[in-house]
């Protein structure tokens, strides 16, 4: 893992890249933690609101809320949707991220209160968007890669604004913070067999973020 002092690369204003934050022995153990959190909250596909078209990302979640879209809408829930149980608590590793990143760079006091878990097959990819499903846009959005490489495109506010694409690597960690927080961004493509971290071909990718506002005089300790 980096060192939190590491400088990040500013891709757009608030876009921060971290290009190998976490160490070959450091993605292993996160991917043995995720895969005993999918233990627990299997991937599951999620669906477009109204169409119920499936989504070409599998995905799950940990920490105490979790993203669920289906034919209802977007929404964060306390329980996964097929199996009705809580969402595993966050790996400590996302934890120590969040700190060292999120509240180093962002400087934000709130605390995470969901973790995305997506599952990129190698012909998956995700169209531009932005993650405004939060109550509490103060806060960063956190992302950590593991497994192929993906070609991520990241924009402005608005979906027409121009775009600047990078290649995110096993390992890497960006934050989408300030100016970026409501940026479009996607996913255009991922690289098979750019990685040997996972047991098949494809890439996890997971983003953290806080849902709901703070409360007068919560302690938000992680």
Request: include cysteine; aromatic fraction near 8%.
């Given at each position: 893992m980096a060192p939190a002092s590491t400088a990040p690369i500013e891709v757009a204003p608030g876009c921060l890249w971290w290009p190998g934050w976490l160490d070959r022995a450091g993605q292993e153990a996160l991917?043995?933690?995720?895969?005993?959190?999918?233990?627990?909250?299997?991937?599951?596909?999620?669906?477009?609101?109204?169409?119920?078209?499936?989504?070409?990302?599998?995905?799950?979640?940990?920490?105490?809320?979790?993203?669920?879209?289906?034919?209802?809408?977007?929404?964060?829930?306390?329980?996964?949707p097929e199996t009705g149980q809580p969402w595993p608590p966050f790996p400590d590793v996302l934890k120590r991220a969040w700190r060292e990143l999120a509240r180093e760079f962002a400087g934000t006091a709130l605390a995470p209160e969901a973790c995305l878990i997506n599952w990129y097959a190698p012909g998956a990819r995700m169209g531009l968007h932005q993650d405004r499903d939060e109550q509490e846009f103060r806060a960063p959005v956190l992302s950590l890669s593991l497994g192929d490489t993906a070609l991520f495109r990241v924009g402005g506010a608005a979906r027409s604004d121009p775009t600047r694409s990078i290649r995110l690597v096993s390992g890497d960690a960006l934050l989408l913070s300030g100016p970026s927080r409501l940026a479009f961004h996607g996913i255009d493509r991922i690289l098979p067999d750019s990685s040997t971290l996972l047991r098949q071909p494809g890439r996890i990718n997971l983003t953290l973020r806080r849902v709901r506002p703070a409360e007068d005089g919560e302690i938000l300790p992680i």
């Amino acid at each position: 893992m980096a060192p939190a002092s590491t400088a990040p690369i500013e891709v757009a204003p608030g876009c921060l890249w971290w290009p190998g934050w976490l160490d070959r022995a450091g993605q292993e153990a996160l991917a043995e933690d995720i895969r005993q959190v999918l233990a627990q909250a299997p991937l599951f596909t999620p669906r477009m609101p109204r169409t119920g078209k499936p989504f070409s990302v599998r995905m799950s979640n940990c920490g105490p809320l979790g993203w669920v879209s289906d034919q209802t809408g977007y929404r964060y829930q306390p329980t996964h949707p097929e199996t009705g149980q809580p969402w595993p608590p966050f790996p400590d590793v996302l934890k120590r991220a969040w700190r060292e990143l999120a509240r180093e760079f962002a400087g934000t006091a709130l605390a995470p209160e969901a973790c995305l878990i997506n599952w990129y097959a190698p012909g998956a990819r995700m169209g531009l968007h932005q993650d405004r499903d939060e109550q509490e846009f103060r806060a960063p959005v956190l992302s950590l890669s593991l497994g192929d490489t993906a070609l991520f495109r990241v924009g402005g506010a608005a979906r027409s604004d121009p775009t600047r694409s990078i290649r995110l690597v096993s390992g890497d960690a960006l934050l989408l913070s300030g100016p970026s927080r409501l940026a479009f961004h996607g996913i255009d493509r991922i690289l098979p067999d750019s990685s040997t971290l996972l047991r098949q071909p494809g890439r996890i990718n997971l983003t953290l973020r806080r849902v709901r506002p703070a409360e007068d005089g919560e302690i938000l300790p992680i």
